[in-house]
């Protein structure tokens, strides 16, 4: 999934619970659900076996405007919160498993190493992921559109 989803159920989450344990372990634990899902991301053919720093680079670049659309349209609604330190950390951890896979890409692409608990967690992280063949654009496109709005709806007033 790309990030802005995560990110706005994570904000989402620290809108509704008000306890940062809580918040951080249930962003993670929707993090890797939302992932079980089909979705749409711009990784799905970028595998650890061929990455190389253009590679890397152009996900970054990608990454780096998601983030920032996603980061803009939460402070555009949500800066005067009264919640805004759990909303803030919401949104950061739902992206923090993807955070990881990053680093671990970022360490075999550009310093050509591979840290052990890097690579368990990708493996972790690649295992729970819905399998591309299962990952149709469609439902992708459906899936995390309904996931935006239910958001913005518990966001906005919903129950």
């Known amino acids: ?33 939302f992932d079980r899902i089909p979705h749409w991301e711009y990784t799905a053919k970028l595998k650890i076996q061929n990455v190389s720093i253009r590679k890397l680079s152009f996900l970054l670049f990608k990454a780096l405007i998601d983030l920032a659309v996603g980061t803009l349209i939460i402070w555009v609604f949500l800066r005067d919160s009264a919640y805004l330190s759990y909303i803030l950390l919401g949104a950061f951890t739902s992206i923090l498993p993807d955070g990881i896979v990053f680093l671990h890409f970022l360490m075999r692409g550009v310093f050509n190493r591979e840290l052990p608990i890097l690579k368990r967690f990708y493996d972790f992280h690649e295992n729970i992921h819905i399998q591309d063949d299962k990952n149709y654009a469609i439902w992708g496109l ?13 966001i906005l007033g919903g129950p």
Do not use: C, D, E
């Open 1 to 33: 999934m790309i990030l802005f989803p995560h990110m706005l159920v994570g904000a989402t989450i620290g809108y509704r619970v008000k306890n940062y344990w809580a918040i951080f372990v249930i962003a993670i634990f929707l993090h890797f659900l």
């Open 142 to 154: 459906a899936t995390q559109s309904l996931i935006i709005f239910l958001s913005i709806y518990l």
